[in-house]
């Protein structure tokens, strides 16, 4: 771990001891020390980009007020907070921290701890594998079913190539199944904000149209993108590319051939808008809410049809929201959909982290 040394302006400016430093840095927790009036003097750089501080002033009152807590009773206090991502969305840091006094004049120690987000991931795993299990259980069902019609016809080289063609349909499903599972998977499991890369908007859209073009060509659907952005974002570029790349995926298969999908990229505040828009079947108002959960499908009839997985989208909400932004869906029934994903530009001057 790295520290990054923040001294204090005079007549506060004091030397934090050698090995104090090291044993902190030895620490699985992130630390933030302070100075009376809250100045921090040290700082991991872990802690820098959870957001505590702004302008070098902590952000959460709730941390603030324990801190108040521990210099009046000089006993060590615990606590949660949670902190937003991003400035928009509903992506959230839950840390849980330690307050606790560190000398006599007055310098304060916070660890702070991201176990409540091994809890969360832990949870969202067990509830995944359950909903897992049954989504496999239909193509495994019907291969097992499938591989029982070729050997019983297997005087009949007609029906053999028939059920064999099928079994190479449902053996594809299973396949794109398992890939979207180890896909939402990775992306609930990583943090792409702390590994962050700068990544260019227009780099994610044009790569995230190359991987559609089969199949909107397939369904004679043109795909536009006229404008061009020099807007960059912190994150995972894969994961960014795969976001954008389901939006696509699905305006196509949403939509009947010979309509037209368009992209756009618009700068609004700070935050970077791609949003997808199709001439498609739409969804209705109810189940607009319900098209993020994990393997929920409006029509799962259709969805088998197109290949999907019901995953999409739910991959996408989660790329969304590790990456401290979100999506929205505007969508009329038989005129189409637009899906926005917003994420916050990365302005390397404003950026105190880097
Ligand atoms: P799937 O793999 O089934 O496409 P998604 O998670 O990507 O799963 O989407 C969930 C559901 O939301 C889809 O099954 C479909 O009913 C609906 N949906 C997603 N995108 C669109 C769209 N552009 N137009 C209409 N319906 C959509």
Redesign the pocket.
Not at 280 to 283: E, P
Not at 296 to 299: E, F, G, I, L, T
């Given at each position: 771990m790295r520290f990054l040394r923040r001294d204090l302006d005079e007549p506060d400016s004091r030397i934090l001891p050698q090995m104090l430093i090291e044993t902190l840095s030895m620490l699985e927790e992130d630390c933030l020390i302070l100075a009376p009036g809250e100045v921090p003097i040290f700082i991991t750089p872990g802690a820098e980009s959870l957001g505590i501080l702004k302008d070098a002033k902590i952000q959460s009152s709730e941390l603030l007020a324990t801190i108040r807590v521990v210099r009046r009773t000089h006993n060590q206090q615990v606590g949660k907070i949670e902190i937003p991502r991003g400035p928009i969305g509903e992506g959230k840091h839950e840390l849980t921290f330690k307050v606790m006094p560190l000398t006599k004049d007055d310098l304060v120690l916070v660890l702070i701890s991201d176990e409540s987000e091994a809890q969360r991931v832990h949870d969202v795993r067990r509830d995944f594998v359950a909903n897992i299990s049954h989504e496999l259980k239909t193509p495994i069902g019907a291969l097992s079913l499938l591989s029982e019609a070729v050997l019983g016809s297997k005087d009949d080289p007609e029906s053999v190539v028939k059920f064999a063609t099928r079994m190479q349909s449902e053996a594809k499903r299973l396949t794109d199944l398992v890939q979207e599972i180890i896909n939402l998977s990775r992306v609930q499991d990583s943090d792409p904000l702390q590994l962050a890369q700068e990544v260019s908007v227009e780099y994610i859209i044009r790569e995230a149209i190359d991987q559609c073009q089969i199949s909107a060509d397939n369904r004679n659907i043109a795909v536009t993108y006229s404008e061009s952005t020099d807007a960059r974002v912190l994150g995972d570029r894969d994961q960014l590319i795969m976001a954008v790349h389901?939006l696509i995926e699905?305006?196509i298969?949403?939509s009947p051939e010979n309509t037209k999908v368009s992209i756009t990229a618009s700068v609004d505040v700070g935050i970077i808008d791609i949003s997808v828009t199709?001439q498609?079947?739409?969804?209705s108002e109810s189940e607009q809410d319900r098209?993020f959960e994990r393997f929920?499908?409006?029509?799962p009839a259709r969805?088998r049809q197109?290949g999907?997985?019901?995953?999409?989208?739910?991959i996408v909400k989660h790329v969304a929201a590790k990456h401290g932004g979100e999506v929205k869906v505007w969508?009329i029934e038989n005129i189409g959909?637009t899906?926005s994903l917003r994420l916050p530009i990365y302005e390397p001057s404003t950026e105190s982290s880097k």
């Open positions: 389901n699905n305006a298969n949403y199709d498609g079947i739409g969804i098209i929920y499908r409006v029509d969805s197109t999907g997985t019901g995953l999409g989208l739910s969508s959909s899906f």
